[in-house]
């Protein structure tokens, strides 16, 4: 079975219903769809699968570049941002890292595969599951090589701190620390990154940025990765396998950052749905909810004897276990914001499971 959400065929076969037959809340993509200007893009450019892309993949580097505010040397694109967690940890080759749990499963994937040794800096319901100075103490006293974070974290949701984050980037640059900042999420918060003006200034800070999520394209296969150090990006782009990124990607990538009525339209409509599903998951008595900030909500079932993915399964609704997260056991779950009426769909699923004697 896959470790990530999105699996519906996978879970569909295991039925023996059709993929289309499902509901599925465990991937975590906007649930807008592709834009239309992107659609239009598409079936107008097919033809550019006639052709090689650039290996080089100058416009959309360029366009990502002014988007970000920065030069195009500190820019790469990758076959989304998880390419990218691989192709990083091979530049970086850190002996020693640390994971923040619960977190994305490619993180460590990618450092057990180099042989690294991984420093486990554990979250716990406790304190909400969010890190606070605690993390800066034990970054001091372990000095690993490089550290992973996801703001948002995958699957809580939950952002850190502003000034927290802050002050890990200054004491990571300090103690020359390869600080990897996991922004896959990002754009489905208004604000953006606190993170993206210190990149100028820095040589041990990297942001990882995911456009398959906010703009509906994960089939596509699109993410990019920031940073100051001009040099470690160089290297990336020199030795990374050639035309990792395909034509229709390279194009339609040019134009997402720019799609403004897309954009403010997808985080009113989210912003709407979010809180519905917020509200609604917290009048369950047997479901602890974290307030959520992207577009996914993380929970835990507190009812005894009641194996909820599999019942919601019965009604062909496909949910996030995050039992295989380190940390977390088969009572969290995670479910994305979908539409309206898929979410009202959920809710009353629910409201038969859970309430019934």
């Not at 940073?227 to 990124?245: D, F, M, T, Y």
């Amino acid at each position: 079975m896959s470790e990530h959400g999105g699996n519906s065929v996978e879970v569909a076969q295991q039925l023996g219903i059709a993929p289309e037959s499902l509901l599925d809340f465990s991937a975590n993509i906007n649930p807008l769809g592709l834009s239309e200007r992107v659609k239009s893009l598409i079936t107008s450019h097919l033809d550019v699968i006639e052709r090689y892309p650039d290996i080089e993949y100058r416009h959309l580097h360029q366009t990502l570049a002014m988007a970000n505010q920065c030069d195009v040397e500190q820019v790469i694109a990758g076959n989304g941002a998880t390419e990218l967690i691989y192709g990083l940890v091979r530049a970086l080759s850190p002996r020693r890292a640390m994971l923040l749990v619960p977190g994305f499963a490619e993180y460590r994937r990618a450092l057990v595969q180099h042989g690294c040794e991984v420093i486990e800096y554990r979250l716990n319901e406790e304190q909400g599951f969010q890190p606070d100075r605690q993390l800066l103490e034990a970054v001091r006293q372990r000095r690993p090589d490089c550290l992973f974070i996801a703001t948002p974290n995958n699957p809580t949701g939950l952002m850190p701190e502003p000034q927290l984050l802050i002050e890990l980037a200054e004491l990571c640059e300090t103690l020359q620390i390869a600080l990897i900042v996991d922004e896959a999420f990002i754009d489905f918060l208004p604000q953006g990154s606190s993170l993206a003006l210190r990149l100028t200034h820095s040589r041990y800070l990297y942001l990882l940025r995911s456009l398959t999520k906010f703009f509906a394209i994960p089939g596509l296969r699109l993410g990019y990765l920031l940073s100051g150090n001009r040099a470690r990006i160089r290297q990336l782009k020199n030795n990374r396998e050639p035309w990792s990124v395909n034509a229709l990607s390279s194009l339609v990538g040019q134009y997402l950052l720019n799609d403004d009525d897309y954009i403010n339209v997808s985080h009113k409509y989210i912003a709407r749905q979010r809180d519905y599903l917020w509200q609604a998951l917290s009048q369950f008595a047997s479901l602890l909810v974290w307030k959520p900030t992207a577009n996914y909500l993380f929970f835990r079932c507190i009812k005894k004897d009641i194996d909820l993915k599999a019942a919601l399964l019965a009604h062909r609704i496909l949910i996030r276990h995050c039992e295989n997260y380190p940390g977390l056991d088969s009572s969290y779950f995670r479910v994305a914001v979908r539409t309206e009426d898929e979410n009202r769909t959920l809710i009353q699923a629910l409201t038969q499971i859970l309430t019934r004697d």
